[in-house]
Nanobody, 124 residues
């Protein structure tokens, strides 16, 4: 079992930046892949970014490529999502997710552990 807690959400202006940490606890001694997803009102939850255990592999949604950066500090059991050049279209609840395994995957169903989410609102 892995418990995940996101933080760092809030209100930011168009063009601004935020960094979202996600702290993991519990069974963190095994290799696990981390992902960030988001869900806007009236829309399905979508993949944003993922990172392998070793941080040697990352994957991004096309809509955030070049603006968002995912990273992890395994010593702190924390994964980060650095979000730059935010637009109102990035407004959503952002969720951290974990799965045991080495491969980054982009589907919700592939992740067995989820945080409670943190709201990001970008004003125009």
């Amino acid at each position: 079992q892995v418990q995940l807690v996101e933080s760092g959400g809030g209100l930011v202006q168009d063009g601004g930046s935020l960094r979202l940490p996600c702290a993991a606890s519990g069974r963190t001694d095994s290799s696990y892949t981390m992902g960030w997803f988001r869900q806007a009102p009236g829309k399905e939850r979508e993949f944003v970014a993922g990172i392998s255990w070793s941080a040697g592999s990352t994957n991004y949604a096309a809509s955030v490529q070049g603006r968002f950066t995912i990273s992890r500090d395994n010593a702190k059991n924390t994964v980060y999502l650095q979000m730059n050049s935010l637009t109102p279209e990035d407004t959503a609840v952002y969720y951290c997710a974990a799965r045991y395994g080495k491969c980054v995957i982009r589907t919700n169903a592939g992740y067995g552990y989820w945080g409670q989410g943190t709201q990001v609102t970008v004003s125009s």
